[in-house]
């Protein structure tokens, strides 16, 4: 059963029309990230939220926003997607950080969406 | 600043054959934590195994076997007897304190041929 749900798999938007990706997961994680992948390139961190905290990382850029309505679900909003805005958008989760004590963390990952731009 | 390295783009066996997937990586912390992930074609990344920086001991699954050196810095990975199923997109990572704050190396691509 998918713990870290993302839809949808595939999504095409037009170059400057804004896009909402979504994420959903029924491991009640605090913890909740989004990553951008392009082709054959590593994941990068965009950000990520510890409950309802957020933190975006240094390099990302403004185009991209996110929302945490509640433990369950997390969306990506690009506001004016570029043609270089075009990959893979891979959710994930943990339950805490792993440098708490006592955690044995890991990621879950979503399937990913794949987005185009046209 | 931390960094990973897989050398290795892509890498083609031949079912059964043993492969070893490098990984060397960069940090400055004493603590730190090691990763590796398996992406299908399928796209969704699967937790292999984490290491901590203070366990240096090496670690079987199954046809699955980590051999962690700091002496070297690297934490490479090794599949006896690969299968086709085995084919897919291999990152190693590393954390300092968070696993989703990770640095991912660029990914070995492992083709398994019958």
């Known amino acids: 059963d998918a713990m870290v749900i993302q839809n949808p798999r595939y999504q095409v938007t037009q170059f400057g029309k804004p896009v909402t990706l979504s994420c959903s997961q029924t491991l009640n994680h605090n913890v909740m990230y989004w990553y951008q992948q392009k082709s054959s390139q590593a994941p990068k961190l965009l950000f990520h939220y510890y409950d309802k905290d957020f933190n975006n990382e240094a390099d990302t850029p403004d185009n991209f926003q996110s929302r945490r309505p509640n433990t369950s679900f997390c969306f990506l909003d690009i506001r004016s997607p570029g043609l270089g805005d075009a990959a893979m958008y891979l959710c994930a989760t943990s339950k805490t950080f792993i440098g708490t004590p006592g955690a044995v963390e890991k990621l879950f990952f979503g399937s990913g969406t794949q987005l185009s731009v046209l | 600043a931390q960094k990973v390295t897989q050398a290795q783009t892509e890498i083609s066996v031949v079912e059964k054959e043993d492969v070893t997937l490098d990984c060397v990586y960069e940090t400055r912390d004493t603590t730190y934590y090691l990763f590796w992930y398996k992406q299908p074609p399928s796209g969704e990344l699967v937790f292999l195994i984490r290491r901590n920086s203070f366990d240096e001991q090496n670690e079987i699954s199954g046809r699955y076997s980590w051999n962690f050196q700091k002496s070297t810095s690297s934490f490479n990975f090794t599949i006896t007897a690969s299968q086709v199923v085995d084919s897919a997109v291999y990152f190693c990572?590393?954390?300092?304190?968070?696993?989703?704050?990770?640095?991912f190396g660029d990914g070995t691509t492992l083709t398994v041929k019958p």
């Open positions: 990572a590393l954390s300092e304190n968070n696993a989703g704050k990770s640095t």
